[in-house]
């Protein structure tokens, strides 16, 4: 089992809200691995759309997306994927 790290940065005009957060939970939960998703200190389970939301991340907040499991590097690999992607939002 091995665990992988990666920090984001979001750059979507209205940050981590219900949409967003609804399409990492959804992405998240394809995979076994545990995620999480933390923003200054504050850590929460990766596939819980309350939970993200709860940390109130804006536009340009750095968050770390956090795996650990026999998938960790791809459910990384696919949640850092969506962020950069600014989750398909219009600028």
């Known amino acids: 089992m091995s665990e992988v790290t990666k920090t984001v940065v979001l750059g979507n005009k209205y940050g981590l809200h219900v949409r967003p957060a609804t399409m990492l939970a959804q992405a998240a939960a394809r995979f076994q691995s545990e ?3 933390s ?6 389970d990766g596939k819980s759309v309350l939970e993200m939301i709860s ?3 804006e536009c340009g907040s750095e968050l770390i997306i956090r795996a650990e499991g026999d998938d960790a590097a791809e459910a990384v690999a696919s949640l850092e994927e969506l962020v950069k992607s600014r989750f398909h939002e219009e600028e």
């Open 35 to 37: 995620l999480s998703i």
């Open 39 to 44: 923003k200054d200190g504050v850590e929460v």
């Open 55 to 57: 940390l109130g991340a």
